[in-house]
Every structure is written in structure tokens, then in C-alpha cells.
């Protein structure tokens, strides 16, 4: 064995970069490494990390951007027994102790990002943080943010189903307004020339696809004495002109001729009485129309082109003079004299869900008006004259999802761009502040009302939430990444930490249930006896384990001490569980951060160095941290105080509103992480999603109730139903015999959805609580 590992270390001292080019050409041979496993074994990306000097940790690769994994010397150690691992794709070659992988991405702040991913306790956040240059994206992203001015050679059918949708949704409203604006100003007789305009465009809005709209360009007319044949030639643009073009033309496409832009129109188009006519009767008219397409097709996300379209229309050009503006039809191409203004190809882009704005999503920026509608009709309309109950409460909790995008957003930014220290204070104060705004706000509100409904209704989202992170997380993930790739790995060392910190936080969490179970009284109501039969069996429709009224003794003696008990150890074992991870066995995740200066040069000129462009500052990121809570907590007010009739007058169990709706929707963002992550074949990290929030949950929340509880008694008491208890320690044991051999496929994680389907079952047949 000392032989072989001499003569390895001997090869990479002697041409490293030619062994790396040999093991990069029998990477897909998985035959070759596993004849000794004694030396390698494969894993996912997740095991093995290593930022070395000169190269940053990128996000997980997307078809955004494409990453490439850069060998560094530095990842080389002298010692003994340990090999340097090469990375590509998602997968490391790595020996059985300790191995580092060195991969590229954009800047520093991103490494900082990605490696928060990896380190126990923080949040999980698939988005990046930073802008990303736009000529370094895929072509398909490309195309997300183009301007639509160019003309490109389409080699499909231009008759597809988006393109028809678009025919049947916009299309022939857009061309009749336009029809009839055409009357209206060639009835004006002044305003013919813009008539003509509206004609034409009223043929392309009925079918825009493929043909263009062009204007004639200012040319230098520069022609020989000498020859006949002198063609005008394009006016030669400024230094200004040519890098404003090179940096807004962001599709590559094998015919795009840009054009500079002219210069500002004649002031004789404002001298016309016809400009007037136009400004007075047609473009109001037709700015309505593009307006509320444009608005339309915004919030359909996926018909952005439609909406960029329109947008364009309106502020560009009606506002030009009609004899500048013509439309071509298709296949006509772009001529040196004109310059493209609006082009469009497809209606429908399935791509526009990562569409981004100042790096938030384009779902987050369309949902936040939804939060000021809101607050509005929670706060102004208190009758309901106006809005009834059950709106005010759907649209209070789908408010809550842009919320927790931005609060999980404003985490990243601040975690991403502050040292250790700073970054675990904003997770551990804000991770879990979606959650406990809701918690405390009902609470407060049922002990006001006197009822015990909300905190059986708290106990119910608190056990929804661990179950959807143990069970539905992990499963969708394992679903949606399987689908994509046949079999995923994920380190199998830090998946059983998570997994013993499950059973420990699990079992805490229910102690006190199982006390009461052991020691309390046994009560049944609403028991009857036949009246023939005085001796014989009762019939009881509700029996219960009492902790109050009669044995209230073994309550206040031995029930709540051990619950302030469990509430203090919880967190004990979760700063352990810090500890552990982050401190003195790192090399379970071995992720090796160090500087990094931008000396070395990733592949094809990608520069590693540098902080990048955030597209937020800690100051913003910090604002809209507290502004989202702010909003958070009106928002959970505003659920709470409308849930009451749909608590009294619903015809499911109480149990499954809590589980399902009031546990799950603050966890969207989460989820969206977690099936990003698996489709990049990170599914260490789909994983870490849902462990970490369900052990925030038991570790972190659930003591935080109690002590809230203890300063401000709301009559929240550390006792579960049965249904609860057998629900989450069933979740917990299935859960760990899944992530016992380090593989995931899609029939995994439909073992787990399957498993987490028949237990919200359970929950939507259950009777609705006695306190309901």
C-alpha cells in the first residue's frame, strides 16, 4: 500500500497538469477508479470542497453560466496518504480521508455564499447574490433579456402553441383597437399619416411573429465624383455609441447587425398639428390597450415577450414620426439603412421562471403588490363590507411567500458579504422569523378569544412543518433530481449527523408527551350506556389523557419542570451540534475556505477574484430584512384574525388547515431551493434544506414558544396529540433507513412523498380537536 500511494505522489509531483488531463479523459469510466476502493470512491459535490487561493466556490451548476472546476496546487498536501481530487459536473473523485475540491465561479462574495450553504445552521439559498455578466450566461438566458430589436436566422416554425395562445390572449384585441384608432384619425382627416400607421400595425399585433419593425437611420451620404454606383454608407458611430451597442446586445445570433442609435428626432415632428391630433385622440387610447397587455402578460411570467413587446411599443415607437416607422415581413432581412426597433419570434419562453429583477425573481416582484392589497383591505375594510373572511385570510397567507423570499433573500445578501460571526447572528435571528410571527401572533389572539383552538392549531403547523421538511423536501427533490440524473449521491457522514440531531431534537421535543402518557389520567367524555343494560360497556366518543383539573398536581410538579428542561437542553445540544460541525470536525463537509485575490485566471478568461457588484448592500439587505418582518407580522395578524371562520365553519379537520396550509406556504421558498439544488445534482444540499429547518424547528422554535410562554403566559403547554407523536417519530425512522446508503433515486423520494401523502391523509380524516 505505501508503494502504490509513493508512486501516485511521485506522478503528481512530477507533471500534475498532465495527470489531471489523463484523469479528466477516463472520468466517465467509473471501472477504472473502483477496482481499488481502498484509495477512491465517488461522491457528490457536497462531500468534498476546497476554495483555494485564486479561485472561489461557485453556486451549483446551472444552465445559466457554466462552471468549470480548476485544479490548484494548493489543494495538494504534503502528507502522507492524502490525494488531490479533480471536479467536473457534480461529482469528486475523492480517497476514503480527506480530499478537496477547487471550483471556479464569479467572485468572492459567491464563495462566500456557497460556502454558507455547506456550514451547519445557516440557511440554504440557491439565487445569487451578486450581478452576473450577461455575455458570460447561456444562450437561452440570453434570450430572457433581450431588448427584441434584432433580427436572427430562426430556423423552426414560427407556428407553435405559445405563438397561438398568444393569437387567442392578445392578439386580435390589440389589432381590432388598433383598427378602430385607425378610423378615428383617418376620420380626422389631419391625422391620416398616423391612420396608415395604426393600419400596419394593426396587421403585425395580429400576428407579430417573425416580421420587424424598423426606422430609417441618419446616413453620411458619401459618394465619388468619379463612380456612379456610390453606395450611402453608415454613419460612423462614436466611442460612446459603439460600447453602449456592444453592451446591450446581449443575443448572439449569426446575423445581428447593430445599428447606432439616432439622434434625438427633428423638431419639425413637433411643429405638426397632426403630432397633436395623435398625442390628443390615438396614443390614450392605444396606451390603455398596451398597458393592460402589458400588465397581463407580465404577471403570466412566461409571456414576458408579450409584455416587453407591448411595453416597447408604447414608449418607443407611437411616439416616432409614422413616416419613419415600417414594418417587414418575415424572412425580409435587416437593411444598412434602417435600424431594427421590434422583433419578435416566441410568445412564450417557459424559461422566464428564473427571470430576475435587481436579482429578485420575477414570482417575488409580481406577489409583492399582493402584500399592499393585503394590509389594505385587512386594515381599512375591519367590517368586511367589503371583502369577506376567507379572501382576506388566502390572500394574507400567499402574501407571506414574496416575504419569506425576501427575508431569505436579505439573509444570503448579509451572510454572503459579513464574516462567521455576523452571518450566524442574521440566520439565527431572522431564520426562523417567518415561522415564530406566525406562532406568537395566534397564540396572543386565542388567549384573548379564550380558546384553545389556536394552539392546537400552532402544535398542528409546528408538526406540518417537520414533517414536510423530514418527508415532503427531500422527496420532491429526490424526485425531480432523479429524473434528471439516474442516481445521485450525497455525503452519507453529514446526512447521519443531521440524522442523529433529528432523533435528539425529536425526541426532546415529544418527552413531555410521553410523560403525560406514562403518568396521566386517562379521561373519556360524552360516554353513554344502554339503558337495558345498566351494567353494560360505556360507549365514549372522545378519551384523552388529562393534564389539568384533577391532576393538575402532576402537571405543575413534574410535567412543566421537565418542559423548561427540554427547552433549555434543546438549544445546548444544537450549539453542540455547531460545535461540532464548524469547529472541531470540519473535514465531515471539508470545505477549506481561504483568501481569494483573483491571481489565477479560471478557464477561458473567467477572472475567480474580485467581490463582484451585490445587488444588495448589508444597509439595503438590512432594511428590507426588517421591513419584510415588519410586514410579516401584519401579514400573520391578519391570517390569524381570519382564520376563526374558517376554523368554525370548515368541513375538514382542523388538524389538516394546520398541517397542510398554515405549515407548508412559508416554506415555498425553501422547496423551490431544494428541487434547484437537485436538478444541478446537488442533492446534499436538497437535503440540508429540509434537515436544517426541522431542526430549527424542534431546537430553535419550539424553546422559543416555551419561553415566550414563561414571560408571557398564553396557555401554550409542550404536550402533542397522538396523531402528532406517531406522525413525526414514524417520519423520523423512515427518513433515516432512506439516507442510510449515501444514494438517492426518484423511487426514494416517491417512497417518501407516498409516505408524507397517506400521513396528511391521516390528518384530513381525523376529528377536529376537542378545544375546536
Known sequence: ?????????????????????????????????????R???????????????????????????????????????????????????????????????????????????????YKFGFRKWKSHVTERPIEDRSDIVKELYSELNFIKHESGSLITCGNIVYLFLFGWWISLAYLLVSGLMFLTIIGVPYGKLCWKLSGYFLWPFGKSIQKTSNLVKQCCVKFA???????????????????????????????PIDPPQSTRYWLRVSTYTWLLLGYPLLGVIHSLACFLA???????????????????ILLMPPEDVHVHPPKELQSFESQVL??????????????????????????????????????????????????????????????????????????????????????ATFGSIVEMTFYITALIRGHHAGS??????????????????????????????????????????????????????????????????AYGSLVC?????????????????????????????????????????VAVLLPAAYLIGLIFTLKTHTHIYDIHASDVHGHDQCPHG?????????????????????????????CADLTTEHIKPILDHSAISQYFIGVTLLAMVPEIPEIMNGIQFALQNNISLSLEVGSCIAVQVCMLQIPLLVLFNAFYDVGFVLIFSDLHLWASIFSVIVVNYIFMDGKSDYFQGAALVVVYLILLALYFFAPSPAAC
Not at 454606383?229 to 462614436?238: A, F, R, T
Not at 453602449?244 to 446581449?250: F, G, I, M, S, Y
Not at 467581490?611 to 448592500?617: A, D, F, I, L, Y
Open 342 to 427: 421590434l422583433c419578435c419570434y416566441h410568445s412564450f419562453n417557459w424559461y422566464y421562471y428564473k427571470y430576475t429583477l435587481d436579482g429578485i425573481n420575477v414570482f417575488a416582484v409580481n406577489l409583492l403588490p399582493l402584500v399592499i392589497v393585503t394590509l389594505v383591505i385587512g386594515y381599512v375594510d375591519t367590517a368586511n363590507q367589503f371583502v369577506g373572511s376567507e379572501i382576506k385570510f388566502a390572500t394574507a397567507v400567499i402574501s407571506i411567500i414574496p416575504l419569506s423570499y425576501y427575508i431569505g433573500m436579505g439573509i444570503a445578501s448579509i451572510s454572503a458579504q459579513s464574516n462567521f460571526a455576523v452571518g450566524a447572528v442574521v440566520n
Open 525 to 565: 367524555v360524552g360516554c353513554t350506556s344502554s339503558p337495558a343494560n345498566s351494567t353494560g360497556h360505556f360507549t365514549c366518543n372522545n378519551c384523552h389523557y388529562e393534564m389539568s383539573g384533577s391532576n393538575q398536581p402532576l402537571f405543575l410538579s413534574h410535567i412543566e419542570p421537565l418542559v423548561y428542561t
Open 606 to 634: 473567467t477572472d475567480a477574484g474580485g467581490h463582484g457588484t451585490v445587488h444588495w448592500s448589508r444597509w439595503r439587505a438590512l432594511s428590507v430584512l426588517i421591513l419584510a418582518t415588519l410586514l410579516m407580522a401584519a
Open 229 to 259: 454606383d456610390c453606395k450611402p454608407i453608415l454613419e460612423e458611430p462614436s466611442s460612446e455609441k459603439r460600447k453602449e451597442v456592444k453592451e446591450t446586445t446581449p443575443l448572439l445570433t449569426p446575423f445581428s447587425v447593430p445599428v
Open 452 to 517: 384553545k383552538c389556536y394552539e392546537e392549531v400552532v402544535k398542528a403547523a409546528l408538526t406540518g412543518t417537520l414533517l414536510g421538511c423530514i418527508l415532503f423536501i427531500p422527496g420532491i427533490s429526490m424526485i425531480v433530481g432523479g429524473c434528471k440524473h439516474r442516481e445521485q449521491r450525497f455525503n452519507s457522514r453529514s446526512a447521519g449527523v443531521g440524522s442523529a440531531l433529528l432523533f435528539i431534537s425529536v425526541g426532546g421535543v415529544f418527552a413531555p408527551t410521553l410523560f403525560s402518557k
Open 39 to 117: 484509495f477512491y470512491r465517488r461522491t457528490s459535490q457536497c462531500d468534498r470542497m476546497c476554495l483555494g487561493t485564486g479561485s472561489h466556490v461557485p453556486d451549483t451548476p446551472s444552465p445559466d453560466v457554466e462552471y468549470h472546476f480548476q485544479y490548484t496546487p494548493k489543494c495538494l498536501s504534503t502528507h502522507q496518504g492524502r490525494l488531490t481530487a479533480s471536479c467536473r459536473g457534480e461529482e469528486v473523485w475523492q480517497e476514503a480521508t480527506s480530499l478537496r475540491t477547487t471550483i471556479c465561479v464569479e467572485n468572492e462574495v459567491e464563495a462566500q455564499k456557497l460556502a454558507n450553504n
Open 298 to 316: 407580465w404577471i403570466l411570467v412566461f409571456t414576458i415577450p408579450v409584455a416587453k413587446m407591448n411595453a416597447r411599443t408604447l414608449s418607443t
Open 1 to 37: 500500500m505505501g508503494i502504490i500511494i509513493k508512486l501516485v505522489m511521485s506522478q503528481i509531483k512530477a507533471n500534475p497538469v498532465d495527470r489531471i488531463r489523463r484523469r479528466s479523459t477516463a472520468e466517465g469510466s467509473d471501472n477504472i477508479w473502483d477496482q481499488d476502493v
